[in-house]
């Protein structure tokens, strides 16, 4: 099976093709391959040619069938792939498709017409002869039965007169025949005892007048019967449809055609008669209709098995569509001598410049008025189709170049060129749609700078998240006697909180929590400022403790709001530490920024802890036996307003008691039940107080996450936990 596909995409290959697509494609082609060698075996001669020929007619028909499939996809891949092929389409469906339906009808009907009022027109003269070789057979007939009622032994019947050379009422060949109860009588002129009529039929009772087959010709034939006193008498006219007779028939329309029944030499042989079959066919649409019957040609037959009976001349075309019209029409024949019906037919081959002609033979000065009317109008519609063809056309332009632009334009921007602007000259809709699709790229571009410039601040920020995480205290920070934990989850990418732990010598401990005003980078930018300035004022005052004596630093004073202080204190004390800190942000940054700061300074040989708060959250002291002490002595925030002084407390930590400081992120978060609160943190701390205090703090983080739901972190949180061992 491998080596059949390759062997098929070989070939393919070879004729610069794409191989076969599918079971379909591949067996149509095999089926052409089968048809091309059955069509060159069918050229050996004898039985083995045929069988060939046979095999590859078959074959033919298969590839027929499984090429439509193969034909609908590649018209709806290479033809309809584009709009405006399906549009030219869609219009020639819905628009063009109903004229040429209807156009098609009217021609249709009009043929139909055309034949119908040829043959009506012909069997008219038919009729018309008919009815006056009734009229003149009806006067015969009264006028012999009057002659008898006078003279009964009368010998010879005298004609009426009549006009045999009379426009319109052919007369080539007529005989007259009259019986009295049966007996033929002799007429006068002699010329037309002719014993043509040997007997009148026994199936016409009284009065008889129409088309007769007798002994292999036509005749139009009247019978009359006429009783004056004791005298009967049956007259009979009979005129043979002759060449001569089809001749005056036809003038004025083209040829006639009397096509009699093929059994008319056989009415008389006794036994079944042979079913007839008549054909019509043509080879062209100048060209007359061929008459077959039982396949054999009409032309063929002789005379006593109904050949046909033509007269007239075509007429030549007048313009192009001047084209041949052929119609057969039935004409009522009854056999002579038993009165059946027979089948006998009427063709008319004419013209419409013929039929024209006729139909206004009695107002022949206004048809050329008509025709040129009919002629102009046909010419307008047509002009009207046109221009509606042509307005589709320019219609379908529209629409495809605006569809063409735009899938231009997506090519455009798929290859990264968003400067690509669509072309607009007009004002519909499809103007409107390539106008937004030039406003959406426009704002594709805008947003792609955006997002370009939206990458570059979150790579700063990433940088800035960096930097500000080496602010906070790394590693582990404890003491032998104080147990320490710290942690921050910011609310963006950085945070406007802080904390830090800053040890002193082996015993000694600096503790300080914060929260900026406003958040993001700005905040961060201003914790970073405080950062550096409690970490510069605390490690100065070491310094100056360890490398000058303590007269030296003792006699050594700044001037800190309106009092003197000495600078081993200024630097030891939180009350002190906030003043310095209050005056340096309010001197470094806007009137609007602030901060609120605690800063605590813990002494691990006597467990004491000095604190000052600068308007942060006060922190909790959760004691050994669960009682609460608020640390809330202080002042106001730091950075708003010059010269400020802080109070200070101090605690004694006993074994087993716990430090609670936090920020505003921590009780703040809400939900449908109101804030989280310091009782729920209070709660959450003594509930798991026996566990580490990192475990505790990603409890207390658990509860805040429970609490808040689905929603966004609101602000910052920062938590720090300090435990007395």
């Given at each position: ?156 019947l005298t004609l009426p007169e009549f006009d045999d050379t009379e ?78 007779n089809v001749e005056q028939i036809a003038r004025g329309l083209g ?187 426009s704002s594709l571009a805008r947003l792609l700078e955006e997002q ?274």
């Amino acid at each position: 099976m491998g080596r059949l596909r390759n062997f098929e995409t070989d070939i393919f290959r070879w004729v610069r093709r794409d191989p076969p697509e599918g079971k379909i494609h591949r067996i149509a082609f095999w089926l052409l391959a089968a048809y091309l060698v059955f069509l060159v075996a069918s050229l050996l001669p004898g039985d083995a040619g045929q069988f060939f020929q046979a095999l590859g007619s078959f074959t033919l028909f298969l590839l027929v069938i499984f090429s439509i499939p193969l034909f609908w996809r590649w018209l709806m891949r290479r033809v309809l792939w584009k709009v405006r092929n399906r549009l030219v389409v869609t219009y020639l469906l819905m628009g063009l498709t109903p004229v040429v339906l209807f156009a098609t009808l009217a021609l249709i009907l009009l043929y139909v017409f055309s034949g119908q009022f040829a043959i009506f027109a012909a069997n008219d003269v038919i009729d018309q002869e008919q009815a006056h070789i009734a009229s003149e057979n009806r006067a015969f007939a009264i006028s012999a039965a009057h002659t008898l009622a006078a003279n009964p032994k009368a010998a010879t019947l005298t004609l009426p007169e009549f006009d045999d050379t009379e426009p319109g009422h052919p007369r080539t060949g007529i005989a007259f025949a009259a019986f009295e109860d049966g007996r033929l009588l002799r007429l006068s002129p002699d010329v037309f005892n002719t014993g043509e009529i040997r007997q009148p039929p026994s199936w016409v009772q009284g009065r008889f007048s129409g088309l007769v087959e007798d002994h292999g010709a036509l005749f139009l034939r009247a019978v009359d019967t006429e009783t004056v006193g004791k005298a009967t008498v049956t007259a009979i006219t009979s005129l043979p449809l002759q060449k001569e007779n089809v001749e005056q028939i036809a003038r004025g329309l083209g040829t006639v055609t009397i096509v009699p029944d093929v059994t008319l030499g056989n009415e008389n042989t006794p036994g079944p008669k042979p079913r007839t079959k008549v054909t019509f066919s043509r080879r062209s649409l100048n060209s007359p209709v061929d008459v077959s019957v039982n396949g054999r040609d009409i032309n063929q037959l002789d005379q006593g098995s109904g050949r046909p009976i033509e007269g007239g001349t075509l007429p030549p075309s007048m313009h192009f569509y001047d084209i041949l019209v052929t119609f057969v029409a039935p004409l009522e024949t009854r056999n002579w001598q038993t009165g059946k019906p027979l089948s006998t037919f009427t063709r008319v081959d004419s013209r419409p410049s013929a039929l024209y002609k006729r139909l206004f033979i009695a107002s022949l000065n206004t048809a050329p008025i008509w025709r040129d009317a009919f002629i102009a109008l046909a010419i307008f519609f047509g002009l009207l189709e046109l221009f509606a063809f042509f307005l589709a056309v320019r219609l379908n332009l529209t629409i495809t170049r605006s569809v063409r632009d735009l899938y231009h334009a997506t090519e455009a921007i798929d290859q990264g060129d968003l400067t690509h602007r669509i072309r607009v000259t007009r004002n519909d809709q499809l103007a409107a749609l390539s106008r937004s699709f030039n406003k959406m790229t426009s704002s594709l571009a805008r947003l792609l700078e955006e997002q370009r410039e939206k990458e570059r601040l979150q790579g700063e920020l990433a940088i800035a998240q960096e930097v500000q995480a080496n602010l906070f205290p790394r590693g582990s920070v404890s003491l032998p006697m104080l147990e320490l934990h710290g942690a921050c989850y910011p609310a963006r990418t950085v945070s406007g909180d802080y904390y830090d732990f800053l040890l002193s010598g082996t015993a000694g401990l600096g503790i300080a929590l914060g929260d900026i005003s406003g958040k993001g980078i700005s905040a961060a930018l201003l914790m970073a400022t405080l950062h550096s300035a409690v970490r510069a004022f605390r490690f100065a005052g070491e310094e100056l403790i360890l490398e000058g004596s303590a007269a030296a630093a003792r006699s050594t004073t700044r001037h800190v709001g309106k009092e003197e202080i000495e600078c081993g204190e200024l630097f030891e004390e939180p009350a002190h530490m906030l003043a310095l800190l209050n005056h340096h942000l309010y001197r470094s940054t806007q009137p609007e920024k602030y901060a609120t700061l605690f800063l605590a300074h813990y002494n691990g040989a006597t467990r004491r802890l000095v604190y000052s708060n600068g308007g942060q959250l006060p922190p909790f002291l959760l004691r050994a036996d669960d009682t609460i002490a608020r640390l809330d002595r202080g002042g106001t925030v730091i950075g708003l307003i010059d010269n400020m002084t802080y109070e200070q407390g101090d605690e004694q930590l006993n074994p087993g008691d716990i430090l609670i400081a936090y920020s505003d992120g921590v009780t703040e978060p809400e939900n449908e039940f109101g804030e989280f609160g310091e009782e729920r943190l209070i709660e959450v701390v003594r509930r798991h107080r026996h566990l580490p205090l990192d475990a505790i703090s990603e409890q207390v983080m658990q509860s805040l996450r429970s609490w808040i739901g689905g929603q966004e972190q609101p602000d910052d949180i920062t938590l720090v936990l300090a435990r007395q061992l």
